[in-house]
């Protein structure tokens, strides 16, 4: 079935609803058939999608037709307020780069890769199989398959340097994405109102989490070089904390990477707070000029716990993850695990596991490379013929996004609007920031869908910035 032409008669259709009055009859199923030039098989899913949202309603022999509304007064939720009491912790809302835009925007918002650079082939073949295999049939063990265990274990420890002890098959812990690993950590290692430090500006999402835990978030600043270690040391010392969060490899969102010595320098400061380092290798595949060096290697002492995401790489629909810790730090991410989930479906395990043993897995890794590069650098070019007043204080090594600063008079949320009302997504920096901005920023995705609309887009910003002038 063409899932595409679905989408394009329920869209069609769902415009004709809007305009028509309750009770009108739809076209038959045949002159569907010929007004789209698609199958029987495809307008009837089209219908069946339509009933589900329950804008229509099919009377035998008769006809569709739109559903009409029925009128009732609102419904009173009043009484709630009182049940759920005020929340321990607030929430932020739903991020930017969650949000979906209008289907012809320019979307430079989004935190995910489009399909074109994923192993479409190889995910579709994996799940196939995966299907008719017992995974399909059977739970798995909280920890995860043993197989997809010992190929995390594998992978960091082709990275560790001679004389340091190599992670083993039951330090790993599969997730079900890496989202949920740092609610664990966050909710196993630190605990509601205990402070965490954590890297200004960071990922939105470890920011949710923390939310989510109720800790209390002490921000480190890091530039392109990552935190300085001075002023980590200081936190450690002013807070009391005993966990630090980062990205160690092309940062979400300033796309940073630690040199070895600023990792030593690191790990040096979270052994003398007998403190852990929360590795979030998060774009371990997105490697550009460099290639992802995980802080986790270079420590067998337990200090570090390293995420490890499949999701974004092999596909969004594969939420595979896992966490890498070694002592009794591990049993209590595991206990936390699962209290949460249980178990992780055998059925996308198995099929990442497949993806990622494949011979093609690495070949499509260096096209892969190639790809972010050339997206990279035609960002880069239009921005800096576009935009003479922003700024990238680096370009980046590796990871899907650029980190743009902006005057500093820039009104953000009028920008965002003004370039969605012209047909381009971006999402404001602020998001980024666990406390207050250091700066107006845009982080802009370069590897997001149609490249080639990359100069409208620094075209149509460089424009609404300059109307704020």
């Known amino acids: 079935m063409d899932n595409d032409s679905t989408e394009r ?20 199923n045949r002159a569907l058939v010929a007004q789209y030039g698609a199958s029987p098989v495809t307008v009837a899913s089209a219908m069946r999608t339509l009933r589900g949202l329950g804008l229509v309603e099919t009377r035998p022999g008769v006809g569709t037709f739109v559903r009409g509304t029925r009128s009732s007064r609102p419904p009173d939720y009043a009484w709630q307020t009182a049940a759920l009491g005020s929340p321990r912790a607030r929430i932020p809302v739903l991020s930017a780069p969650m949000r979906y835009g209008a ?28 299907a008719r295999s017992e995974s399909a049939l059977s739970r798995s063990a909280v920890t995860g398959l043993p197989d997809l265990q010992a ?49 200004s500006p960071t990922y939105w999402g470890a920011i949710l989490a923390a939310a989510q835990a109720g800790v209390r978030l002490i921000p480190v600043p890091s530039g392109v070089d990552g935190p300085d270690p001075g002023e980590l040391a200081r936190a450690f010392a002013d807070s009391g904390a005993r966990v630090f969060y980062a990205q160690p490899n092309y940062a979400n969102p300033t796309g940073a990477q630690w040199s070895t010595e600023r990792v030593e320098q690191i790990l040096d400061v979270v052994r003398a707070h007998g403190a852990f380092l929360i590795d979030d290798d998060w774009a371990h595949d997105f490697g550009i000029d460099t290639t992802a060096r995980p802080v986790a290697a270079y420590d067998d002492d337990g200090h570090v716990i390293y995420l490890r995401s499949l999701t974004k790489s092999v596909s969004p629909a594969l939420r595979v993850a896992a966490v890498i810790a070694r002592g009794p730090v591990r049993d209590r991410i595991l206990a936390d695990r699962g209290a949460e989930s249980m178990y992780v479906s055998g059925v996308l395990q198995a099929a990442a596991l497949d993806v990622v043993t494949q011979p093609a897995w ?9 790809q972010l590069r050339q997206r990279r650098d035609l960002l880069v070019s239009h921005l800096a013929e576009h935009l003479d007043v922003a700024r990238l204080d680096q370009v980046p090594r ?6 743009l600063r902006l005057p ?29 901005p250091s700066g107006p920023y845009l982080r802009l995705n370069f590897s997001g869908p149609e490249p080639e609309r990359f100069e409208d887009a620094a075209r149509v910003i460089g424009r609404c910035l300059r109307g704020q002038r």
């Open 103 to 130: 289907p012809d925007a320019i979307a430079l918002h989004s935190g995910y890769p489009e399909r074109e650079l994923l192993p479409r082939r190889l995910v579709r073949a994996a799940l196939t199989r995966a």
């Open 9 to 28: 008669i329920v869209s069609g259709l769902r415009q004709w609803i809007t305009g028509a009055p309750p009770g009108a009859q739809l076209p038959s």
């Open 408 to 436: 500093d008079q820039t009104d953000l949320d009028r920008l965002v609007r003004d370039c969605e009302a012209d047909g381009v997504l971006v999402a404001a920096g602020t998001e980024w920031f666990p406390a207050e």
């Open 398 to 403: 590796g990871g899907l996004h650029l980190w």
């Open 151 to 199: 190929w995390f274990a594998h992978e960091l420890a082709q990275a560790v340097p001679a004389g340091k002890s190599a992670p083993g098959p039951r330090d790993v812990v599969v997730l079900p994405g890496s989202q949920s690993g740092l609610s664990s950590a966050f909710r196993a290692l630190v605990g509601f109102g205990q402070p965490l430090l954590i890297e």
């Open 362 to 370: 690495r070949s499509h890794l260096r096209d892969l490379r190639t």
